[in-house]
């Protein structure tokens, strides 16, 4: 099972369409890529499953949220979903967002609390060998590069400027992020190619899920 170009076709022709009334008129024929398009984030979530503990998988509403953006369209031109982990323990999550010609995979944490942006920022500055390990490894960083991002233009408040990690405490999300090309979408092997791109993000969540869910004194939280 693989996404059909034609569901690319139809995101397409939202992006030029997108309105209310085109909306309505084309609405069984968006049901059906909706559904077609999540059987294959289903595989996908079932494929992490064998090495990872998935909470479930949502698909967002192709809805937007209007209210206090000056773009008024009512509609994303995309599909887009996330995998949650499951249990307290077990932190951070995955993201894949599909737009013809602006399609990636995420992987991290987003805009997190200011108690867990804190808890990083001071293992960070307690020792920050972990984080320069994974960001090293060749096949992480072929596949997921570096940080994406905003990040503070001086130092955090509480944290010196002149630390020698200061870049990443400076960080406002510790996100990764990973382009796909449209031809790779509707291939054969995105599926597998997904879930190994996320499989590789596994030493980051892994050593974040430790650092959140213990305190300062590495004693467990849960």
């Known amino acids: 099972m693989k996404i059909s170009k034609d569901s690319l076709e139809f995101l397409n022709k939202l992006s030029v369409n997108n309105n209310r009334e085109w909306f309505e008129a084309h ?13 294959v984030l289903e595989l996908i979530k079932d494929g992490l499953g064998e090495t ?19 773009d008024k369209t009512p509609y994303k031109d995309y599909f887009s979903a996330s ?24 992987v991290g944490f987003w805009d997190p609390n200011k108690e867990d942006l804190f808890r990083i920022r001071k293992e960070i500055e307690t020792d ?20 994406s991002g905003e990040t503070l233009k001086t130092a955090p408040k509480g944290f010196s ?15 990764f992020i990973h382009p796909i090309p449209d031809s790779d979408i509707c291939s054969e092997e995105f599926v597998s190619n997904t879930v190994k791109a996320f499989q590789v993000s596994r030493p980051f969540l ?16 849960f």
């Open 27 to 39: 609405k069984e024929t968006f049901k059906s890529h909706q559904l077609s398009v999540k059987s």
């Open 52 to 70: 990872d503990d998935i909470e479930k998988l949502k698909l967002f509403r192709i809805y937007r949220d209007v209210r206090f953006s000056k």
């Open 83 to 106: 995998l949650t982990r499951m249990g307290n323990s077990l932190r951070g999550g995955y993201y894949i967002h599909l737009k013809p010609g602006d399609a990636f995979l995420a």
């Open 128 to 147: 920050a060998s972990d984080f320069k390990d994974f960001l090293k490894d060749p096949l992480f960083k072929k596949t997921w590069g570096n940080f």
């Open 161 to 175: 400027k002149d630390h020698p990690e200061i870049n990443l405490l400076r960080r406002k999300n510790f996100v």
């Open 206 to 221: 892994n050593l974040m899920s430790d650092i959140l869910s213990t305190d300062l004194n590495g004693q467990a939280l």
